[in-house]
């Protein structure tokens, strides 16, 4: 069953067309990863999957729901959530960092401080439950940022590059998080460049290059692709890798 579709999804910036005609489905507790090379076009359609842009044309549904016309803040509430590129944790403690996101389902506090320990238990932050964000380390930054999307209760989870700056322990360390994630049953959509990684956890993987979707697929068959290795190396591809 799809969770996510879209259909014919465009989206452009004054004479730049940021995403053009993209089309997709992504399964009930698929993990997939969206890969491309710099300005492709990535995050914007996240932006578009979450409720941030408005696509120009095309249509979004989640769940069978067509959900175009919909703003953001109800698509958290009806289970669509994400992360950000740039980690932007708010000036309190974790838990009350993580707290927040729940209260925009509950007016309860007790609720809503149940369900951050809840979270920070699942992303082992549960020892630094009353440390400052400024404190903390890149990587537990980023476990915040994750936590607080957690904390929304989604169905579907967008990750933008929540490995980018972490060196290649905090890599390895973070991947088997994912793959929890997932057989907890959520879906899983996320951006990566680094590529082994992607490659690692990815059931399928989507490739954008200059707004366009160029090619969809297991990682082997992705990796392999004569577009695909255009795009990143700038170059034709021989037979031999054909």
Not at 40 to 60: H, M, Q
């Amino acid at each position: 069953m799809a969770i996510l579709e879209l259909n014919h999804v465009s989206k452009s910036f004054g004479g730049l067309i940021a995403v053009s005609e993209v089309s997709f489905q992504v399964q009930q507790g698929e993990i997939v990863g969206l890969i491309g090379p710099n300005g492709a076009g990535k995050t914007t359609l996240f932006n578009l999957v979450s409720g941030i842009y408005r696509p120009e044309s095309g249509t979004v549904s989640f769940e069978g729901r067509d959900i175009t016309g919909l703003p953001s803040y109800k698509r958290s509430l009806i289970g669509i959530g994400r992360t950000f590129q740039v980690v932007r944790p708010f000036e309190m403690t974790v838990v009350e960092n993580i707290m927040v996101p729940v209260l925009a389902h509950t007016r309860n506090m007790s609720r809503a401080e149940a369900k951050a320990w809840e979270v920070m238990e699942i992303m082992g932050l549960s020892h630094l439950a009353y440390a400052m964000p400024g404190s903390l380390t890149l990587v537990q930054r980023k476990r915040i940022e994750v936590a607080r999307a957690l904390a929304t209760g989604p169905k579907l989870l967008l990750l933008d590059e929540v490995l980018a700056g972490l060196n290649p322990t905090e890599v390895a360390e973070n991947l088997p998080l994912i793959r929890r994630l997932r057989n907890s049953g959520l879906t899983i959509l996320f951006i990566e460049h680094i590529m082994d990684a992607l490659m690692a956890v990815s059931e399928r993987v989507l490739v954008m290059d200059q707004g366009l979707l160029i090619c969809s697929g297991t990682p082997e068959q992705v990796t392999s692709d004569a577009c695909v290795i255009k795009a990143y190396l700038g170059e034709e591809v021989s037979d031999a890798v054909d």
